[in-house]
């Protein structure tokens, strides 16, 4: 069993206690701070192949009604390349395979697509 030594009168105490039982000192405890998993990408052109990256967002199709339909990739990506429109990407778990991710200005095509720029997100991998 862990002890612990009373800073106030030297009591040997159980490990996981808060207070001294002889002369009810109060034990200090470290503070543990999380740490982001990922980290904000300010420049996409910068990223190398082999990178984790959290993608989320992208292009939107509008109907007659006006209903916004999602068209953009969202999830975790390995960072194939990069290209002049975006990143070239494949999918991390079963549901996704080799992608382009849109990164340019929004902008509107025949079809009646919003092409927008993906939010991506760089993962730190252990």
């Not at 009168?9 to 207070?19: N, T």
Request: glycine content about 10%; proline content about 2%; some cysteine.
């Amino acid at each position: 069993m862990a002890f612990k030594l009373c800073l106030h009168c030297g009591e040997k105490c159980p490990a996981r206690i808060r207070r001294c039982k002889k002369c009810d000192g109060v034990f200090a405890f470290k503070i543990k701070k999380n740490k982001s998993k990922t980290s904000s990408v300010s420049d996409w052109k910068a990223l190398v192949p082999g990178e984790h990256i959290k993608v989320s967002g992208g292009s939107v199709y509008i109907d007659k009604q006006g209903n916004e339909t999602s068209m953009g990739y969202s999830g975790v990506f390995s960072v194939c390349g990069v290209d002049e429109k975006g990143i070239l990407a494949c999918g991390k778990d079963r549901t996704s395979g080799f992608c382009h991710i849109w990164m340019l200005q929004e902008a509107e095509s025949e079809m009646g697509i919003i092409k927008r720029p993906h939010k991506v997100r760089k993962i730190n991998v252990k």
